[in-house]
């Protein structure tokens, strides 16, 4: 029904910075929120960061305030995270979500590798 399409992903040293987008195909009407998730190995997925589509109010874990910035483009169709002074422990696959009422659509997940 629709494609969430990853870009930005990589390699970068400790410190550095990253800039993770997801464009939907298309517009799905009524969503509630787009945002990102993340999983490392043997580790339960997370949310990162997410944006909602009435209030646009930003959410942040934890992890990720201070540090990530979560934006949306005018109509809705793509949402940013400008990720700065990454870590190791932010290595990870990380996934762009949309949330339509009761259904979770994500892409196909992109590498964020954080290393010396």
């Known amino acids: 029904q629709v494609q969430l399409v990853e870009s930005g992903g990589g390699s970068v040293q400790p410190g550095g910075s990253l800039r993770l987008s997801c464009a939907a195909s298309?517009?799905?009407?009524?969503?509630?929120?787009m945002g990102w998730h993340r999983q490392s190995p043997g580790k339960e997925r997370e949310l990162v960061a997410y944006?909602?589509?009435?209030?646009?109010?930003?959410n942040y874990a934890d992890f990720a305030k201070g540090r990530f910035t979560i934006s949306r483009d005018n109509a809705g169709n793509a949402v940013f995270l400008q990720m700065n002074n990454l870590k190791p422990a932010d290595t990870a696959t990380y996934y762009c979500n949309l949330r339509v009422h009761e259904d979770d659509y994500w892409g196909q997940g992109i590498q964020v590798t954080v290393s010396s």
């Open positions: 298309r517009y799905m009407f009524g969503w509630d929120s």
């Open positions: 944006v909602t589509r009435t209030s646009s109010t930003l």
